[in-house]
């Protein structure tokens, strides 16, 4: 399985638990180029939609950024995968998926929080690493940070707000304002793009306190 592959099949079973009954209608905000949970999603009977600038170039995706899209009245769910920290105003496109959600409507939300990806955490990743394998995100930050001569948050912080990043607590708090919290929950997130290491592996290290729990999983309801 690919790193988005895995990714999809751990965070499925949460997305899944927060949603309404198929056949409702879903919008999967940010969904990549694969199309994120649309499919799965689709062939369990949800009338679901993937909206993305990189999405798949057919029915049911958008090819377009979310800011941009006029977002069909009445809809039951929006799921948000590692999309809201990057996008250019949380507030905004909050604002947006619960203005268009149905009574009672449902915002699930799986992010990460990189503030908390620290210096202990970062080197459990890295010597996980495939030492041959594809130069994925991690490998790429491994490899700038050692180049950078910097401490590890100093690196961290500069290549974050380059790329304006958004923190995970103000991800959160922009949710919890506008809508009832139903869950939130800390775990595993780097697993995916690590050799050899399960979701079980990473939630072992941070049971033990050897690393931060950086996933955030978050559910929460219209008001």
Not at 59 to 87: G, N
Not at 93 to 113: C, P, Q, Y
Not at 130 to 144: C, H, I, K, V
Not at 165 to 193: I, K, Q
């Amino acid at each position: 399985m690919t790193p988005s592959e895995r990714w999809l099949s751990a965070a499925w079973p949460f997305v899944k638990s927060c949603l309404p009954a198929a056949p409702a209608r879903v919008v999967d905000v940010g969904c990549g180029p694969h199309g994120g949970f649309v499919p799965i999603l689709r062939a369990d009977g949800y009338d679901a939609v993937g909206i993305d600038p990189n999405a798949p170039d057919e029915p049911p995706y958008e090819r377009v950024e979310f800011e941009q899209v006029e977002l069909p009245h009445e809809v039951d769910a929006f799921v948000a995968s590692t999309s809201l920290h990057h996008v250019l105003d949380p507030a905004h496109v909050i604002d947006e998926m619960t203005s268009a959600l149905t009574r009672g409507g449902v915002v699930v939300v799986v992010e990460w929080a990189w503030e908390t990806f620290d210096l202990e955490t970062a080197r459990w990743c890295f010597e996980r690493l495939a030492p041959d394998g594809e130069s994925g995100w991690l490998q790429r930050r491994r490899d700038e940070w050692l180049a950078s001569d910097q401490e590890w948050p100093t690196f961290l912080r500069a290549w974050a707000e380059g790329h304006g990043l958004h923190p995970g607590e103000t991800v959160v708090r922009l949710l919890d304002e506008r809508l009832e919290r139903r869950h939130l929950a800390h775990g595993p997130y780097f697993f995916p793009n690590l050799a050899d290491t399960t979701e079980a592996d990473e939630q072992a290290a941070i049971d033990a306190g050897e690393i931060r729990a950086v996933r955030i999983d978050y559910a929460g309801t219209t008001r």
